[in-house]
């Protein structure tokens, strides 16, 4: 499945042009690799981070959607895991 129509029918975004505007942002990762193309394939048990108003959403996909349905159903497609880390982006040490 393409990354834009999953992002869209996980409501993650609210219209698939907008899905496929964050995914060529070039700031989503898919499993580590950083991707700039909307028609990149997603597959169960990938993990997918990027940001999106002022938070960082890392999911692993649990299943392929067949259609946008409600949110309910949309949440079952994915499992939110928690960032391992709170320091700098740059992976540098404040010296103080």
Same mark, same amino acid.
């Given at each position: %499945?393409?990354?834009? %129509? +999953?992002?869209?029918? !996980?409501? +993650?975004?609210?219209? *698939?042009?907008?899905?496929?505007?964050?995914?060529? /942002?070039?700031?989503?990762?898919?499993?580590?690799?950083?991707?700039?193309?909307?028609?990149?394939?997603?597959?169960?048990? %990938?993990?997918?981070? +990027?940001?999106?108003?002022?938070?960082?959403?890392?999911?692993?996909?649990?299943?392929?959607?067949? /259609?946008?349905?409600?949110? !309910?159903? !949309? *949440?079952t497609?994915?499992?939110?895991?928690?960032?391992?880390?709170?320091? @700098?982006?740059?992976?540098?040490?404040? @010296?103080?």
């Amino acid at each position: %499945m393409r990354l834009d %129509m +999953f992002l869209w029918y !996980a409501r +993650f975004a609210k219209t *698939r042009s907008a899905a496929q505007a964050i995914a060529e /942002r070039g700031t989503l990762r898919l499993d580590g690799r950083r991707i700039e193309r909307a028609h990149c394939p997603v597959r169960v048990g %990938m993990v997918i981070a +990027f940001p999106q108003d002022a938070r960082v959403y890392i999911l692993r996909v649990e299943a392929l959607p067949i /259609r946008r349905g409600p949110p !309910a159903e !949309a *949440r079952t497609l994915y499992t939110l895991l928690e960032p391992t880390g709170s320091g @700098p982006v740059d992976g540098g040490d404040d @010296p103080a």
